[in-house]
């Protein structure tokens, strides 16, 4: 059933890319939006050999307003928007917060001019758990006060949810869903799209799967002397594929009208917390493969525990994780060997 055309900003990108596939596969056309930035021009062809589909491709970016307002013009038909482009490392914020408050704002922001201009009223805001600090009572749940930012990246996307929830409060036609993701890892089952962290991954599981590789000498674990069963900090790790099926969720009770709401925000985790050693053993476990790792000490800005309650997702959303911790660390070293022979930017 076609059920019309959805802008996907950062569409190539490692979410992105993923809910793609699982727009197209709902019977919707993404149009993407991406500048390449933080992501690989040959996964467009990935997507098109996955999905068989047609995809639409603006090269662009959206702080470029008049590019932006160009891409609207020239697709009919738009129900509604993903808006992932954003930058997202953490320490990179900390040591250039300019560069992130200034793209992760004026692209918010240009989006929205231009979703008004062209009367596209349904937004779906890529957000994340870092709104929430180190909460005080877990598991986190929507009403889980909102805590200072551990880092600019974190504040952007606190900023950029205040941006929206005025915009709708000005524009009553106006709809978004903010999800706030926990820790999204793993890869597509076919191996065909993934991660593509550029230079030396910030994140705990493309690490894991580098070292596992060989890329990486040893695996550091920042810290075991947390108050936790193990000593190590505990997350929410979700399947990507999982995540980009609570976009679809998300944008088709928009796209549908059922939401009674102009703002909605999501949790999107598997409800369940992991400490990093659990996912080391249970990485060596699921792929047969011995990791070397040394405990190191602790990383500035690390939450000691933080995972999701996610009824509210699964009962609003009728959205749910399919996909558990092991599955979705056998498809992320399924892409590591992959891409190992793969060159990134
Ligand atoms: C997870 C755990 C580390 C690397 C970040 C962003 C968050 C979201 C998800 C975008 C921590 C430990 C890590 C390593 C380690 N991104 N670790 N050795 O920090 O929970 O969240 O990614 O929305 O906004 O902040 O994820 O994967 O970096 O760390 O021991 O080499 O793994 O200390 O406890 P994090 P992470």
Redesign the pocket.
Known sequence: MERGKIIVTGGVGYIGSHTCVELINAGYTPVIIDNFSNSEKFVIDRLKELTKAEIYLEEGDCNDLGFLKSVFSRHSGIQGVIHFAAY?A?GESSSNPIKYYENNLVSTINLLKVMEHEQVNNLVFSS???VYGQPDILPVTEESPIKPAE?P??RT?QICEDIITDFCKAKNHFRFISLR????IGAHPSGLIGELPIGA?????P?ITQTAAGIRDQ?????DDYNTPDG??I?DYIHVVDLSKAHIAALTKMVMGNNTEQKAVYNIGTGTGHS?MEVVKIFEKATNQKLNYVIGK??DG??EK?FADVTKAQHELNWKTELSLEQSLKDAWNWQKNISSIETH
């Open positions: 997202k953490v994340s758990c870092t880092s990246y974190g996307k993701y926990f820790n999204p991954p910030n994140n705990l599981v690490y695996l550091t674990i920042f810290g190590t900090c997350r990093v602790r990383r690390d939450v933080v």
